[in-house]
């Protein structure tokens, strides 16, 4: 009997690194997912995971991607599954870039940086927003040889939007990500409940809240001061005062910003352009005529209008529309690399992801962010090779099925 149990009982070693721990219980994103909200007071873990209003949007992003199934075919060789693709005229390991995220430090101390050294080394783009609480040229540091995008939006101060293209060209960031859902910004309920502002204010709630998730107010206290790092010195709303988010960026947001812009930003830059933020078949046309090397399908992560489409819903129609004019991001719910399947299948370029890896970077700082981008990777290859796919090449839309509720 001895001999017997010492056949089928190994125990583990105990791993004394906390964040080690944590991040290998965690299977996939949703796991990350919950570590994240266990770590992070909770005004914090909702900026970081809320959406607008009714967060139907966010809802129905993750639902678009949960009704499609796969038809698998077998008897096909996938011993050398291969993922690899290109964007822009780039080659990709996987169709996934990292998405542009504001205010990235209120996660980690770290903050952008972190999601740059993990993008380099999993060899994907990164997307650097104009609301970043690290530099453009400290990000390009970090960032190595690293792929480097910038997002920006059309500011009413058309000065300062110029001054950060400028760097950002100056920084080798090789395109520009034109974010256009952003007229005004969406309504975010959960953090109006909380009153949750950039920087955060104090109050008793605050203190409480800290003292029930001590890593994370630690590590925040010993940093330094959040800011806007990109338009920091511009006047008031930088980070450096208590100025909620909506104050600042409801005062640069430009309603009036058409489609003649973009020959503004044309002039002004002379790499690549992405616009992100179509949502409709009519748009994606225009984009297209506009001459944009690339379209990211996307409704802000369902932070802005509640009630918008899904990403993925518009895919097959708008590759319909615009063929192969223009290259087709979709930006929003994806969770698995299986979800990244789906979207190439129908015929996207490549996807985009923002909060699975602010997930990480919540739950386990630079480490989380590599564990996330380990998950998306392998999740695409396995499921490449159970769907019986060996190249990105072999997906199409005869490889998915629609279901019913």
Known sequence: MIETLRSVLHFRRFELDAVERRLA???NVDDVRRIARRQTPRGVFDYIDGAAEDERTME???GAFARLSFRPRILRDVSAVEPATTLLGRPLPIPLVLAPTGFTRIADPEGELAVARAAERAGLPYTLSTLATRSIEDVATANGEGRRWFQVYVWRDRGLVEDMIERAALARYEALVLTVDTAVLG???RDVRRGFTLPPKIGLDTIVDGILHPGWTWKFVRSEPIRFANVAGSGPGDGTDAVSLADFVSSQFDPSVSWKDLDWLRSVWKGPIVLKGIQTVEDALLAADAGVEAIALSNHGG??????????DLVAPVVDAVGDHVEIICDGGVRRGSDIVKAVALGATACMA?????????AG????????LGLLDADVRR????????TLADLGPELLDQTTD
């Open 354 to 362: 923002g909060r699975a890896y602010l997930y990480g970077l919540a």
């Open 60 to 62: 129905a992003n993750a």
């Open 303 to 312: 932070r802005q209008l509640d009630g918008a489409p899904a990403a993925l």
């Open 25 to 27: 219980t965690a299977a």
């Open 187 to 189: 309504r975010r309920e």
């Open 365 to 372: 700082g630079e480490r989380g962010v590599d564990h996330v």
């Open 383 to 390: 499921t490449m090779a159970l769907l019986g796919a060996a």
